[in-house]
């Protein structure tokens, strides 16, 4: 099976872009150039996240598609910010400029975030509207004519599509959906009620890294849950990624990387990953090196880069997502050589891993190497014909000629 490749297109960038001396002051300019080149590298998709520096996603995704010509925008949304149909309206719209090339993670939001932007559902009601919103923005995106009649969302039928004629899409003026299944929707969500409507809703379910042996075992009670209502989905998690010619050469990177970070942002990561009632300086660990970890941070250093890797080539060490001490999260990394990561990525992929979003920083020299280095020993599932370096060396056997550059 081939796997599919995703890079991070967001605007906090640089070499250590969690603390204020690594970040780079980035801007439109080098967003473009950043899509260009995943582009043209090759890679399946570019996920456009919400969270930092607050620019507006479908904005993003709309303002850099025109440096780009083959890659899809995988691009979050929070339901209920726009009504099902606008965003149905905009999707098409996209699909028709870009050649279908809209997928769309749904993102569940938290309770405060959801509120600044005026939505006001508490947790479990949130997947119940989610539902509805998601049900009635693929029936708006394929031309619904009979209107969608929910608890949470109403929408009129729509008289441009009366008497089976399809004149029109939610005020959309004739569009066609591009994508005859509709727009592919990953998304995630680990609590009862989040799997609950991930299998539902999703066509890609995520999640943040593991073990492979422990992400598998979360995606195949996700999978048992989806085959209870005769539904199938693919998987995908988030890594990021520390590729170099040797494995010694990754860990001194890492271990830079380390030597870059205060013991400030540990402490704040930490305090963010702490169970409810538990203090940075109360908290013990069952396991024994994050136990060790937690006790050299208190003490005012920060372990070595090694003392985080919790198996072979994963690392929960400083990153932009978090520096995850006592436990994998959304900064997880693989460190390694091309070899080792190659082997890594198989073995998620036989724990039924399909789908990788990457990053690693800074964002456009790691993406390129990580297509040099590491494309060449995958089967990747690139989403379209990569054009050839050289179209005469089409019978060679050297997959590093299939680099787009
Ligand atoms: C790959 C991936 C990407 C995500 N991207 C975003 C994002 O852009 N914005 C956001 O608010 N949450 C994002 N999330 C967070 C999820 O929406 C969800 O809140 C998170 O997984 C925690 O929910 P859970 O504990 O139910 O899994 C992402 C999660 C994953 C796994």
Known sequence: MAVKLLWYLTLPDGPVPWEPEGRWNTGFDHLRQLAATIDRLGYYGALIATGFGHNEILTVASATLSATQRIKFLAAIHPGLLTPAKLAQIALTFDNFSGGRLALNAINGNDATSAAFGVHYGHDERYDFSLEYWQAFKESYLGQKNGYDGKYIKLAPNPNLSNGSRRGVAGGGGLQPVQTNGVPLWGAGTSPAGVAHSVRILDTYLSFADTPERLGAKFR????????????LTFGTRLQIIVRETEGEAWEYAQWLVDRTSVEYAIESIKRQLPQGETFESYRSDNPQVQKNLETIRAGRLPKAKDYEIYPNIWTGPALHGFNVLA???????VGSAENIAARIREFEAQGTSAFILSGWPLIDEAHRVAELLFPLLDIDHGFEVPLLNPERRHLPDRRERAVR
């Open 221 to 232: 009670n996700v999978a048992a849950e989806a085959a209870k209502i005769g539904r199938t």
């Open 328 to 334: 994998p999260l959304a900064g997880t990394t693989l």
